[in-house]
């Protein structure tokens, strides 16, 4: 009856051991690491500069712990703080050789303590929010009139492009905040143009109006695609902030959309509030111009000449020198959207560029007179340029076209990056900030432990005292529900901030709820004289039709909480939901598990230690004389 199969019980020791391993890692501590990153846009790592930054370390006479490629960046831990200041400094001067234009990002940050063989079975301690760890914390607001302005300008470019290439006469174009405005003479020529127009440019809805003589279509972005536009300039918003606060060392910066028109920029360990802003708050340009291939040029590019005047000298993507122009044929403001593809014809990878009206002009008229010539896509970063590509023009373009040449499918999806994320879609404003000292984290990491451990151990002294060794029972089972909710956190590699630790201490409360729900049903059946065996096995299933329906109704409000929560909120959410689970786990499944191994070989089990088991009085027979 109250027997275990063998397999329930080896699945039991298996998740045990499983949230020891992946819980350990959180109590290892950190220790100093330098971490290496590209500093230009250009610059994609990969696994030889670790084999490289090896070799540097190892002539300076440093021993790192291990030196590791992981994401975009290369990091080498130290044994102390005097090792990672002379690592820095070694792999800065053989990494960038010129520091007035430095390729690498070389930053002081912090590792894990975790042994090798935690790191080899990927166990990896969970992030430390910024009120833990302390850092800087910016809330920046899109202008997203800005966004459908630009948008509004590169239609009205558009609208005059398609016009004047079918020959249709209008009076004139202007824009109208977010509308534009196109004037016909007579009615003909408007129910063509509005035709055409309707074809052409389907987010468009047209509204028709007298105007004087003259008769006006008014042209709006539809809702749908409005939103389409405010949601494509914060994505790239967000994505462009992820490339520019790799320049600042951040582990695990948090950069994510908080409502319809912000960003939340959260980075833990940085103190610098002032470097903070100048890298976020940047501006990137891109320029399209025409790479100088005359005789001149070549032997300035082979360094036999000078640079012929009118010219710039950058370097190419395999390092070779390009010898370019100095006057702009488009910048990126003329640039709509930027995606990778395949070529129809030699199925190789390409990108697919897109540009306005304007850009499309000039595309057209430059390229018809430059067939056979490189044309080089350069980015501009605090006064800096960087060749992202340099394609030859093969025949006459327009407003789209592709580049390719000797690229992979990553490296086509890199270049498409580069050329959408370059500069933001749109401004954004810092509309609050503040700063969080180290100090202040590590303070509050250790009140959020106490909170933890004291209420984890006034829980534990009250069933124990109250449930004897069903108390005990119920508070390994807590115990556990504690190891599998770090250990769940920890595989999903989440960031614990205070209110994560609320959701801990919250979700003990919670858990013990259904142990003592349990026990006092297992009670009932012992008042209503049944067999202590009978009692246990039916406690616990009385028990879990009330504990299901307990926890589905708080997990319920805890996913919405996940859904329309952010931020903080979201914070709690997850560890709250997660906390249900494992407690579900532990509080029926575990707890009857470790009930079973004590008391189910026991066959004439006459009675067990739950505490005080109150029974109603017997009736004493009343005899009337």
């Known amino acids: 009856m109250n027997r275990y199969p063998t397999w329930k019980y080896a699945l039991l020791v298996i998740a045990l051991l499983v949230g020891l391993v992946y819980t350990l890692p959180n109590f290892f501590g950190e220790a100093p690491a330098v971490q290496v990153s590209s500093g230009k846009a250009t610059l994609k790592l990969d696994a030889s500069i670790a084999r490289r930054i090896g070799e540097i370390l190892g002539k300076a006479g440093l021993q790192p712990d291990f030196v590791q490629f992981e994401g975009n960046s290369v990091k080498a831990r130290f044994g102390d703080l005097d090792g990672q200041r002379k690592a820095k400094d070694a792999i800065n001067a053989a990494l960038n050789p010129d520091p007035t234009n430095p390729s690498y990002i070389v930053a002081l940050n912090l590792l894990s303590r975790s042994p090798g063989w935690l790191t080899s079975l990927h166990a990896l301690p969970m992030f430390l929010g910024l009120d833990l760890r302390g850092g800087v914390y910016f809330l920046m607001q899109v202008d997203m009139k800005s966004a459908l302005t630009k948008k509004a300008e590169a239609l009205t470019g558009d609208i005059r492009t398609l016009l004047r290439d079918k020959n249709l006469r209008h009076a004139g174009i202007t824009r109208d905040a977010n509308n534009v405005d196109v004037r016909f003479r007579d009615r003909e020529t408007l129910t063509a143009a509005q035709a055409l127009l309707q074809d052409q440019l389907p987010d468009l809805q047209w509204v028709e109006t007298p105007d004087g003589t003259d008769i006006k279509l008014s042209g709006s972005l539809k809702p749908a695609a409005a939103k389409r536009v405010q949601d494509t300039a914060i994505t790239q918003n967000i994505t462009t902030l992820h490339n520019r606060v790799n320049e600042l060392g951040v582990a695990e910066p948090v950069i994510q959309q908080q409502g319809a028109d912000r960003v939340v920029v959260q980075l833990p360990g940085v103190q610098d509030t002032a470097k903070a802003k100048d890298i976020i708050g940047r501006t990137a340009t891109l320029e399209l111009r025409m790479v100088d291939d005359s005789a001149e040029a070549l032997l300035a590019a082979r360094g036999s000449g000078p640079v012929p005047f009118g010219t710039e000298r950058f370097t190419d993507r395999d390092s070779s020198p390009l010898i370019v122009k100095r006057q702009v044929v488009l910048t ?6 930027a995606q990778p593809g395949f070529d129809g014809q030699t199925h190789e990878p390409v990108v697919n ?13 430059t390229s018809r007179d430059n067939i056979g010539k490189r044309m080089a896509i350069l980015l501009f970063e605090k006064g800096k340029g960087e ?12 407003s789209h076209f592709q580049i390719s040449g000797r690229m992979t499918a990553g490296e086509a999806n890199d270049t498409s990056l580069l050329l959408r994320a370059g500069s933001l879609a749109a401004p954004m404003d810092i509309i609050e ?9 590590a303070d509050n990491i250790t009140k959020g432990f106490h909170s933890v451990l004291f209420g984890f151990a006034a829980i534990a002294l009250f069933m124990c005292v109250y449930y004897q060794l069903f108390g005990i029972v119920s508070t390994l089972a807590l115990g556990f529900n504690l190891l599998l909710l770090l250990a769940l956190l920890s595989m999903l590699q989440a960031t614990l901030s205070l209110p994560g630790i609320a959701a801990i201490a919250l979700t003990l409360g919670m858990a013990i709820d259904s142990n003592v729900l349990i026990n006092e049903r297992v009670r009932e059946e012992l008042r209503a004289g049944k067999a202590p065996q009978v009692a246990i096995n039916e406690g616990y299933q ?16 805890g ?4 859904a329309f929560g952010s931020g903080p909120v979201r914070g ?3 560890v709250h939901c997660l906390g249900i689970v494992t407690s579900m786990f532990s509080s029926v499944v575990f707890s009857r598990g470790l009930v079973n191994l004590w008391y189910g070989r026991q066959k004439k089990l006459k009675s067990v ?5 109150w029974r109603p009085p017997a009736e004493v027979p009343v005899v009337k004389t």
């Open 542 to 557: 009385r028990a879990f039709a009330t504990i299901l329906d307990s926890n589905v109704t708080t997990l319920i409000a």
């Open 559 to 562: 996913l919405a909480l996940l």
């Open 387 to 398: 060749v992202v590509t340099a394609p030859v023009i093969r025949g006459e373009l327009g």
């Open 353 to 365: 560029l897109t540009v306005d009206a304007k850009g499309a002009r000039i595309m057209k008229d």
């Open 609 to 613: 230690a739950i505490g005080q088991v």
């Open 572 to 574: 709690f959410a997850v």
């Open 332 to 337: 990126g403001e003329n640039l709509s959207d």
């Open 433 to 441: 900030e503040k700063t969080i000292g180290p100090s202040l984290g």
